[in-house]
């Protein structure tokens, strides 16, 4: 669903060739009414259940540069990378897990950035 106010212009014309090198992005798991999985059947789909924020932070300056409400797939992954490498003047460095971003980010940015995919091992008790 789009909305065309003041809100969503401003970062469209403000939020433009931004000089950032080093870009942290992740999603962040909410809901509307109810988690997905406990909407009565009438109030699945749009507007109820899981909601993810997907933001895109400069490390240095902490400016969220861009930013997209949606589900958690690959369909807003590439979106949000379109948006996000649109608004960058130089070639960017990031890393995350997320295996929605192997194809967003090749297709958003090509080879104008330094990807690389960071998977976080837990052990208890450490090993060093």
């Known amino acids: 669903m789009a909305f065309n106010t003041d809100c969503e212009k401003y970062p469209q014309h403000v939020l433009v060739n931004l000089p950032c090198e080093r870009i942290q992005w992740d999603e962040i798991w909410s809901f509307c009414y109810a988690k997905k999985k406990n909407a ?3 109030l699945r789909g749009p507007g109820y259940g899981d909601v993810w924020t997907w933001v895109a932070v400069c490390a240095d300056t902490k400016l969220v540069s861009c930013w997209r ?30 295996r929605v971003y192997l194809q967003a980010v090749e297709g958003a940015f090509g080879y ?16 060093y």
């Open 40 to 42: 009565p059947p009438e």
């Open 69 to 98: 409400i949606g589900d958690r797939n690959a369909w807003d992954a590439q979106h949000f990378m379109y948006d996000l490498a649109s608004r960058l003047a130089n070639r960017v460095q990031t890393t995350d897990g997320h």
């Open 112 to 127: 104008q950035v330094d990807y690389a995919m960071l998977v976080k091992l837990y052990v208890w008790p450490p090993q």
